[in-house]
Nanobody, 118 residues
Framework: VQLQACGGGLAQAGGSLRLSCAASGSIFRINVMGWYRQAPGKQRESVAATASGGSTVYKDSVKGRFTISRDNAKNTVYLQMNSLKPEDTAVYYC?????????????WGKGTLVTVSS
């Protein structure tokens, strides 16, 4: 199973970016898909996640600004980021808990850099 993320880049404060992450491979079901981020010198933290049934959770600091969604038919998760702030600058990683013939495993995509200028 591979996760391919894209959509990072440079935005000004107050601007928007949309990240997407597609899972491919031998997939029976994806239970949870989510986004993490890691800023320089900081630990990786959870930003948002969505379960297969559609429930979502967000980090407090992004509530009302970020929206996570998923397309189960495409095994793809999105993160719409609005009202970006410089403190949102980080490498963003997508994550998925995938059920396959090998059982349930946790997978990570390669990070995509989001830079927000003030």
């Amino acid at each position: 199973v591979q996760l391919q993320a894209c959509g990072g880049g440079l935005a000004q404060a107050g601007g928007s970016l949309r990240l997407s992450c597609a899972a491919s491979g031998s997939i029976f079901r994806i239970n949870v898909m989510g986004w993490y981020r890691q800023a320089p010198g900081k630990q990786r933290e959870s930003v948002a996640a969505t379960a297969s049934g559609g429930s979502t959770v967000y980090k407090d600091s992004v509530k009302g600004r970020f929206t996570i969604s998923r397309d189960n038919a495409k095994n793809t998760v999105y993160l719409q980021m609005n009202s970006l702030k410089p403190e949102d600058t980080a490498v963003y990683y997508c994550n998925a808990v995938v059920l396959s013939v090998d059982g349930a495993k946790n997978y990570w995509g390669k990070g995509t850099l989001v830079t927000v200028s003030s």
